[in-house]
């Protein structure tokens, strides 16, 4: 009898940590998005242009901005160029400011890119002319003022337009195109041991969902594992019209497993996103296509991508807007450091670039309870008081009821 007790004490002390865990997780998403983002301008990037797709990253405390491509003004006269300058900004100084950094060994633009502790990893993206499948590490020398780049194995493919993320020590590329037809777009998933580089690009099982290119793939939490969460994107359907997609899918590494969760509330491409805190994922940016294929209508007239914000729960698997952003930056990446999270240039339209820098906080107030709330605290301690009694009358002593 005792140890059928204690068992049975045991999964219920279990079931009630989970509970107030599943409770602790919607009253965090409900009060962070009460409370919203706060957005503050760091230095312009040092180019009146801007650039689309740079390779970005933070290297120990300093922000890299590397390629990119943009048009010269006026934008609609000329065609696209890119470029292989690098930046690099000082976030640890009072008052940070741009320096150049050298150029890159050829000019690049919208490659997958992710932050690591020694340096920044570049992987894929393209030119004017051609496709590449190249990957190598960024790294910053602060002796020097100048970067290095260091070889790694390439992808079996070539790929642009696809993103990146690690979990512990391998790092995941997921969706992109291979040419520059989008209905060249993929569904694979690679990964590349950081430990054993050598041994190359692990190809992994294809998400279940349709071929993709500027989605999103961010890696988080999701109460038990790290997880891949893959979702958004754009692709060309059997019609031959492009498609901007919706739908969420979470890739579990020790199961080797994909299975869905909640859709996005709207569809989303080429934006930014960006794990924080345990189990949440921001989106920042992104371009709902509803004004795709009307950039020569509408040119200068063009009021840019919407300025929204969403946030995903991992735990609780749901979706919520955080509110408008003062801008839109797309083809681009969101970047954590410290407290921020970091958003350099991008596109705020169709073929306008922008060189503006923003750092991104959550604000610190936090929400009051709802009645809902209380009513879910007052039924768990109800409960737990139930569990009390129940075992009270089947003891003999107080050994049996501790």
């Not at 204690?6 to 962070?32: D, I, K, N, T, Y």
């Not at 006269?77 to 300058?85: G, L, P, R, S, Y």
């Not at 990146?164 to 040419?179: F, L, M, P, S, T």
């Not at 169709?350 to 009513?375: C, E, K, M, N």
Request: charge should be negative.
């Amino acid at each position: 009898m005792n140890r059928e007790m204690l068992l049975v004490g045991r999964w219920l002390l279990r079931l009630g940590v989970c509970w107030l865990c599943m409770l602790w997780g919607g009253l965090e998403l409900s009060a962070q998005t009460a409370s919203g983002l706060s957005w503050e301008r760091l230095p312009a990037l040092p180019t009146e242009l801007g650039v689309a797709g740079p390779l970005t990253g933070i290297h120990g405390d300093t922000l890299l901005v590397a390629g990119g491509a943009n048009f010269a003004r006026p934008v609609w006269e000329t065609e696209k160029q890119w470029h292989a300058d690098v930046y690099a900004l000082n976030l640890k100084d009072e008052s940070p400011q741009w320096a150049a950094a050298g150029t890159l060994q050829r000019r690049i633009a919208y490659a997958a890119t992710v932050s690591l502790s020694n340096g920044v990893l570049c992987i894929g993206g393209n030119d004017e002319s051609h496709f590449s499948s190249r990957c190598f590490r960024m790294e910053w020398n602060p002796a020097s003022g100048q970067i290095s780049e260091i070889e790694l194995p390439d992808l079996p493919v070539t790929l642009a337009y696809g993103q990146a993320c690690v979990i512990g020590e391998r790092v995941y590329v997921a969706g992109g195109q291979i040419d520059s037809s989008l209905s060249s777009a993929v569904r694979n998933l690679w990964s590349l041991d950081l430990l054993q580089p050598q041994l190359g690009w692990r190809q992994h099982a294809d998400w279940p969902g349709p071929a993709r290119a500027f989605n999103y793939a961010v890696c988080q939490n999701n109460g038990f594992d790290d997880c891949l969460y893959l979702f958004g994107g754009r692709r060309e359907n059997e019609s031959g019209a492009v498609e901007f997609l919706n739908d969420c899918w979470e890739y579990n590494p020790k199961l080797e497993t994909w299975k869905p969760r909640t859709s996005l509330p709207v569809p989303l491409s080429a934006g930014a996103a960006v794990s924080f805190g345990q189990s949440h994922i921001f989106l920042l940016s992104g371009d709902d296509g509803s004004l795709f294929g009307r950039a020569d209508e509408l040119r200068d007239e063009h009021p840019g991508f919407a300025k929204r914000t969403w946030a995903y729960h991992t735990i609780t698997d749901t979706w919520s807007e955080l509110g408008a952003s003062p801008a839109n930056q797309v083809t681009t990446s969101a970047l954590r450091y410290q407290a921020q999270i970091l958003l350099p240039s991008g596109e705020i339209r169709p073929r306008v670039r922008t060189p503006d820098v923003w750092s991104v906080r959550w604000q610190a107030s936090r929400g009051a309870f709802s009645i809902l709330d209380y009513l879910v605290l007052f039924f768990y301690l109800a409960a737990l008081i139930a569990i009390g009694v129940y075992f009270a009358r089947r003891t003999s002593n107080t050994d049996d009821y501790f």
